[in-house]
Nanobody, 126 residues
């Protein structure tokens, strides 16, 4: 069993920054891909960013390129998402996902991830 937990969401003004954290515990893995998705009210869940266990070859949605940075943490099976220059359209519930894999070939679609957190709310005010 794998348990994924996100943290770090909150309310911020447009132009501000937030850093989201994610940690997977339980039956963890040596090789994996981890990613962030988000879902705004009334919209489909969408890909934000993903990265391999060693931090190589990160992938980003066009809407966040240059503003968000994804990185693995120093501890195994941890992940961060640094979000800068936030916009009201970034408002959503952000989800962390994990996929065991020995070879990273992201970005992966949501249904290719095996484990998900419960999400953390990010609200950006105008």
């Amino acid at each position: 069993q794998v348990h994924v937990v996100e943290s770090g969401g909150g309310l911020v003004q447009a132009g501000g920054s937030l850093r989201l954290s994610c940690a997977a515990s339980g039956r963890t893995f040596s090789y994996y891909a981890m990613g962030w998705f988000r879902q705004a009210p009334g919209k489909e869940r969408e890909f934000v960013a993903s990265v391999s266990w060693n931090g190589g070859s990160p992938d980003y949605a066009d809407s966040v390129k240059g503003r968000f940075t994804i990185s693995p943490g120093n501890a195994k099976n941890t992940l961060y998402l640094q979000m800068n220059s936030l916009k009201p359209e970034d408002t959503a519930v952000y989800y962390c996902a994990a996929r065991p894999t020995t070879y990273y070939s992201g970005p992966y679609s949501a249904n290719e991830y095996d484990y998900w957190g419960q999400g953390t709310q990010v609200t950006v005010s105008p």
